[in-house]
């Protein structure tokens, strides 16, 4: 079994294939709905046994998702006996894939996702000034003092004033920008500026997750693919852009590439090894998106999406960067970053 950050335990009545949660559903809570020839069937909870409506949940091979419902049920049908690996996720909670056996009479599945720790939402703002500018408070709305701003791509970074006050000036692009501060939780968010015109952003941090040195090897990892690429062969892509794109993550990865892509092409979660589907992430779930292209960059496009431009860039020879898992085919390597 594959986890997102901490872990996800999920329990089935059927055969668990490969299973090494960290945590476990304890007894209770809702009872499994009825199998289903041909299908899997089941239901979400969290660690409170409190059912979830609308995770989403699918197989990649044969393609199929569904949502649950007001009873955190679901059906995956038309499937015959065999092994199939199901990924869930919301956002609020860790995300999980685990293996399940359908037999002669159908799959039972049963999953208890974690409640992932939230801070306040971030706000982005237009601004007249150019360049990049804001607040930095924590959870009790007060400003803080000494928090770190970093840009990464840009090589700009700065600290908050005595009023929690900072100003960068960052050129027309999107960006991933990196808030932090000791004792609390590091903040990522993407950020468009504009040629036009600037932006403002108020992050209220929270309290230091307990996986915070893994948290910041993945940003690590980021502002280092960033720094080792060049503009014709990746994109970063801002939640902005995809919203005004009018197309799914695929078709917004097919625009880089300048080709049609595979229908499964899979991203990893939040810089992590964990992957889903493009098709099974709903765009606006999506902070930031980040494309790299594999193979020769003779055909490598300028702009990513209707409404927003930003160039494609690329991983130079020797760069210290890691990749998703190889997907092969006509699959770019893609980072998606979920909103939290």
Known sequence: MTT?????????????????????????GPANPTALKRAIVGIVMDTAHQVLENVTVGIKSPRRQAKTNAQGRFTLSDLDTGTYEISVYRIGYETAKQSYVVTDSGGLARFCLIPEPRALPSMVT?????????????????????????????GLHALTDTAGQFYLPVK??????????????????????????????????????????????????????????????????????????????NGVAG??????????????????????????????????????????????????????TQGAKTISPGARSTRPPAVGGMCPSVWVWLKR
Not at 4 to 25: E, K, M, P, Y
Not at 126 to 139: C, E, F, K, N, T
């Open 4 to 28: 997102h950050r901490a872990g996800v335990l999920a329990i089935t009545i059927a055969t668990i294939v490969a299973s090494d949660a960290i945590a476990q559903c304890t007894p209770g």
């Open 126 to 154: 237009s601004a007249m000034r150019p360049g990049l500018s804001g607040v930095i408070g924590d959870s009790n709305y007060k400003a803080l003092e000494g928090v770190e701003v970093r840009v990464l791509g840009a």
């Open 255 to 308: 625009v880089m590439a300048r080709a049609a892509i595979k229908s499964d092409c899979e991203a990893a979660i939040d810089g992590t090894s964990f992957t889903l589907p493009l098709y099974m992430i709903d765009k606006a779930d999506v902070l930031l998106m980040e494309v790299y292209l594999q193979g020769s960059a003779r055909d490598a496009p300028t702009s990513i999406a209707p409404g927003g």
């Open 172 to 249: 027309k692009g999107t960006y991933p920008v990196q808030v932090s501060k000791a004792g609390y939780a590091r903040e990522l968010l993407s950020v468009t500026i504009p040629d036009d015109s600037g932006r403002q952003i108020a992050v209220w941090l929270g309290s230091a997750v307990a996986n915070a040195n893994a948290v910041a090897a993945r940003l690590e990892e980021m502002h280092q693919r960033v720094l080792w690429s060049r503009p014709n062969r990746s994109a970063l892509i801002s939640a902005e852009q995809i919203a005004r794109s009018g197309s799914d993550l």
